[in-house]
């Protein structure tokens, strides 16, 4: 069983920045692809971000490419994403989940941080 825990989320003014955080508890957090997905309020999930486990292979949503920035640091167990210029628009709930690499869905969820921007 692997737990993520989020944290970092706030309030921010557009054009700011903020760094979550996913924490796991698992011993071989190296091995799983980690993805961020967020929620907004009345609309579905979607995917912003993923990384696999060397950091050599980085995905983005197009909405987020050039002002979100996934990284991950095998030693703590943590990965984190940079969001810089922040947009109204991104406000949501913002998800960690993990996967093993080579499979489609994402096995563990976090419960999620909740990231609001203000114009």
């Known amino acids: 069983q692997v737990q993520l825990v989020e944290s970092g989320g706030g309030l921010v003014q557009a054009g700011g920045s903020l760094r979550l955080s996913c924490a796991a508890s698992?011993?071989?957090?190296?091995?799983?692809?980690i993805g961020w997905f967020r929620q907004a309020p009345g609309k579905e999930r979607e995917f912003v971000a993923a990384?696999?486990?060397?950091?050599?292979?980085?995905d983005y949503a197009d909405s987020v490419k050039g002002r979100f920035t996934i990284s991950r640091d095998n030693a703590k167990n943590t990965v984190y994403l940079q969001m810089n210029g922040l947009k109204p628009e991104d406000t949501a709930v913002y998800y960690c989940?993990?996967?093993?690499?080579?499979?489609?869905?994402?096995?563990?969820w976090g419960r999620g941080t909740q990231v609001t921007v203000s114009s």
């Open positions: 989940a993990a996967k093993w690499a080579g499979l489609r869905d994402y096995n563990y």
């Open positions: 990384i696999n486990w060397s950091g050599s292979n980085i």
């Open positions: 698992t011993r071989t957090f190296s091995t799983f692809v």
